[in-house]
């Protein structure tokens, strides 16, 4: 592991830092379906969070702060397997698949970056980000804890998000990152489900406090 | 809602057959329409969907029904192939995981409609027409791939913040499921930046030949 950055800036450390609020409470599975059941999704006014939607507030509001914090980890997806590539670490079909995965993250960049504008936002900014890269073995685990760390953190915003058209577009890319976990777990020799049956979800705080170390001034 | 209704009247055609007799026909646009607006990209949907939304009177039951209805598939195919896929080494404690875990998806949706104050559909009768790991491998690829994007096709229907999340909680694992079959297959785990979604007509479609 590289030495651990520190972010210089106060706002954007801030923002990678204070997003915390309360818990989604998203992840009690299936316990309490009965008392939510009569809530609409039909209008924009009906489908306000119990609890978890204050959590992006930093990236922006309602959709847009989520669609933000979604793209500022696509960010750093995108630029953690361009600079995998880069480092010459991999060769042959471990390389194809981190090309192929870096791609994919790519168009989830463009795909966030449109959807944000297109809902009347401003894109947040790329991060500027630093890896260590080190070895074969550590990238693969870094790479893993990443996309596993995406998965669940698209996973933990799900049910906040109000438009069903934007839903509809997290949760095409929210399997993908699935794929991608299983896929390095798998060349890992770990479990593809660490969660069992049932994925869990990581809140933002958890998810920014993950990401921050890779994060530069 | 007519023809005349729709504001985008080009993706009427989106999903829908005219001999669909288990769902109503708003609740078929409205899936086709998600789809499109996920697959494109775009939000240009909105207001269309929001029309269809409000008709389509199935509720969470019924979309848990049509998700336990496949997870009965999966269960089902998996136990079997424990004895009949031939399978060894990593492959055979992947059909084992993979057994464990659709019988819980099984589980967690039963009860899941049992709290809403629904019914649980009986599981049908399956038939999986393969003979070697290879023929099971193929099926897996495509249940696994079909299970993705009908979760991905139903979930922004679903009313309840809860039952979502939980759906999504399981779409993640058939994700997680497709790669690592895929992986078995040589084919590549992660196809496509965006997985697809599906109708529930079409994933119908797609299961109809394996239901006895």
Redesign the interface.
């Known amino acids: 592991m590289a030495e651990t950055k520190r972010l210089a800036d106060p706002v954007s450390r801030r923002r990678f830092l204070a997003v915390g609020g309360g818990s989604t409470a998203?992840?009690?599975?299936?316990?309490?379906?009965?008392s939510?059941?009569g809530?609409?999704?039909?209008s924009t006014t009906g489908m306000k969070?119990?609890g978890g939607a204050g959590e992006t507030a930093e990236f922006g509001k309602g959709d847009v702060g989520i669609l933000n914090y979604a793209l500022t980890l696509e960010y750093l997806e995108t630029a953690f397997y361009r600079d995998v590539v880069k480092s010459g670490l991999f060769k042959g079909a471990e390389l194809g698949?981190i090309r192929?995965?870096g791609?994919?993250?790519a168009?989830?960049v463009e795909?966030l970056t449109?959807?944000v504008k297109?809902?009347g936002g401003k894109p947040a900014a790329e991060p500027k980000a630093e890896f260590p890269l080190e070895n074969a073995k550590s990238v693969l685990e870094l790479a893993a804890t990443v996309e596993n760390l995406g998965?669940a953190a698209?996973?933990g915003q799900?049910?906040n998000i109000e438009?069903?058209?934007?839903?509809?577009?997290a949760?095409?890319?929210?399997?993908?990152?699935?794929?991608?976990?299983?896929?390095l777990?798998?060349l890992l020799g770990e479990?593809?489900?660490p969660?069992?049956?049932?994925?869990?979800?990581a809140d933002v705080k958890t998810v920014l406090e993950s990401v921050e170390p890779f994060i530069v001034g | 809602m007519s023809e005349e209704q729709l504001a985008h009247p080009e993706l009427a055609g989106v999903g829908v057959d005219e001999d669909s007799q288990d769902l109503s026909r708003s609740e078929v646009i409205l899936k086709g329409a998600l789809a499109a607006g996920a697959v494109y990209g775009t939000l240009m949907v909105g207001p269309y969907v929001r029309r269809a939304l409000a008709m389509s009177g199935g509720g969470d039951v019924e979309i848990l029904n049509f998700a336990l209805t496949l997870e009965y598939l999966e269960s089902k195919f998996y136990e079997e192939a424990k004895s009949r896929a031939k399978a060894s080494g990593e492959l055979k404690s992947l059909v084992s995981l993979l057994a464990d875990d659709e019988k819980q998806h099984v589980e967690a949706l039963t009860a899941t409609i049992k709290q809403l104050g629904g019914k649980p559909v009986a599981a049908p009768k399956f038939d999986f027409p393969y003979s070697d790991t290879s023929g099971f491998l193929a099926l897996a690829q495509t249940f696994e791939d079909t299970g993705v994007s009908a979760y991905n096709g139903a979930a922004p229907a679903i009313e309840s913040k809860e039952v979502l999340a939980a759906a999504g909680g399981i779409v993640q694992v058939e994700a997680r499921h497709a790669a690592a079959i895929r992986l078995q297959n040589k084919a590549e785990p992660a196809p496509q930046a965006f997985d697809p979604p599906l109708d529930e007509k079409k994933v119908l479609k797609a299961v109809e030949p394996f239901i006895a």
Do not use: M, W
């Not at chain 1, 998203?26 to 009965?34: E, N, T």
């Not at chain 1, 809530?39 to 039909?42: H, Q, V």
């Open positions: 998203l992840a009690a599975f299936l316990a309490a379906c009965g939510d059941s809530t609409t999704t039909t969070s119990s698949t192929k995965f791609s994919e993250e168009e989830h795909a449109a959807a297109q809902l998965a698209y996973l799900a049910a438009s069903p058209e934007v839903l509809a577009s949760l095409a890319i929210h399997s993908v990152e699935g794929r991608h976990a299983s896929v777990n798998t479990s593809i489900t969660d069992g049956a049932f994925a869990k979800p």
